[in-house]
């Protein structure tokens, strides 16, 4: 929860400085919002820790933010989707791992 209440923090310092990236969807370019920058830090630094990883300050996430965010704006996804795709694409790689430990796929090429 102190972690938690940390990361806030920095989000909340590191959101003073403008974020503005253009995407495709978005004429003129817009900002990444509150909302979407806590989820992206969230889902980033969970996938971190499900790695061993420490979990990454908001200012060290900055850079690895705007890339996803860049991919899930052109995708025109909504934030409160993040945590479901994360949880998704987790399990999927799941599967495949545990498909290759077994020799098989479940994908045919």
């Known amino acids: 929860?102190?972690?938690a209440s940390k990361v806030a923090d920095q989000i909340s310092e590191y959101s003073k400085s403008p974020q503005t990236i253009s995407t495709p969807?978005?004429?003129p370019p817009r900002s990444i919002t509150?909302?979407?920058e806590i989820g992206l830090f969230s889902i980033i630094n969970q996938a971190r820790a499900l790695q061993g990883w420490t979990l990454a300050s908001a200012s060290e996430?900055?850079?690895i933010c705007k890339v996803?965010?860049?991919e899930f704006?052109?995708?025109?996804i909504h934030p409160k989707h993040y945590e479901t795709l994360f949880q998704r694409a987790h399990d999927a790689?799941?599967?495949s791992i545990q498909a290759g430990a077994r020799g098989t796929s479940?994908?045919?090429t």
């Open 1 to 3: 929860m102190e972690q």
């Open 25 to 27: 969807n978005t004429d």
């Open 34 to 36: 509150r909302e979407e």
């Open 61 to 63: 996430l900055g850079p």
């Open 68 to 70: 996803w965010w860049k």
């Open 73 to 76: 704006a052109r995708h025109n």
């Open 93 to 95: 790689r799941i599967e």
């Open 106 to 108: 479940r994908r045919s």
